[in-house]
């Protein structure tokens, strides 16, 4: 098991505490609220708080851009995002430790078939603002424009938009409720969630990091977290 030196632990706990950024905007790896958060990110910022043997802060937002903010100004010394050009600037990743899938939701007639058939003119897709679909679909569409809201479903609803963008489990449900939708089943992305820590940080620390992301999905961390928070263990990414 991979052990914290003291440097590590000053380095990345330099307050005492390990004060992690979760985002509870993201099912699939955080729920709760803010006093009693769960999920597979608060499970694995726990266990790395352990190995640092000091105490876990969790920092709770409803939003992937506000958790990357709180990283990104030194308010978190741990954050839980996916691996975007945008963020790798600023925050230091590890592998990932879940993979997830980023799929698109659309009316039940509506011509579009598979993920590109939506990047053509005329097509407005809905995302929620600074998420990791919003970050890969600026980058990456040529003719479709994105439209931003809080909640991409929200605005895809409240605009009678073409496309609503969204990862896969929260859209398969967002669609079996409303009976003139269907999913296009096809993903549009792999979203790679991982751990991160500021680049300021020493590379001794983001090291550990790296290595206990390892040991966790190899141990079986990851898939029981990912069970106890009522996911799929077949979300727990591949080894590095």
Not at 14 to 25: D, F, Q, W
Not at 147 to 166: I, N, P, Q, S, T
Request: hydrophobic share 45%; with cysteine; proline share 5%.
């Amino acid at each position: 098991m991979t052990i914290a030196t003291t440097d590590v632990i000053g380095d990345l706990a330099p307050t005492g505490v390990l004060r992690a950024s979760i985002n509870l905007g993201n099912p699939v790896l955080a729920h709760g609220t803010e006093r009693e958060p769960g999920g597979v990110t608060v499970a694995i910022a726990g266990e790395i708080a352990a190995r640092l043997d000091v105490p876990v802060e969790y920092l709770c937002f409803d939003a992937a851009r506000k958790s990357y903010e709180a990283m990104a100004t030194g308010r978190a010394d741990l954050c839980f995002l996916a691996v975007e050009p945008a963020r790798e600037a600023d925050v230091a990743f590890t592998a990932p430790y879940v993979v997830i899938e980023g799929v698109y939701a659309v009316p039940r007639d509506s011509t579009i078939v598979t993920a590109a058939d939506v990047d053509r003119p005329g097509v407005r897709i809905g995302v929620k603002r600074g998420s990791a679909y919003d970050l890969f679909l600026t980058r990456t569409l040529r003719h479709a424009a994105l439209v931003r809201g809080d909640e991409g479903v929200d605005v895809f609803l409240a605009e009678g938009l073409e496309v609503a963008a969204g990862i896969r489990q929260p859209m398969t449900g967002f669609v079996a409720d409303r009976p003139g939708l269907r999913l296009v089943e096809e993903r549009f992305m792999e979203i790679r969630q991982a751990v991160g820590t500021t680049r300021k940080r020493r590379p001794e620390t983001v090291a550990f990091l790296r290595a206990v992301v390892e040991e966790l999905k190899a141990g079986g961390f990851v898939a029981a977290a990912l069970r106890d928070s009522g996911q799929s263990e077949t979300l727990v990414a591949p080894p590095a």
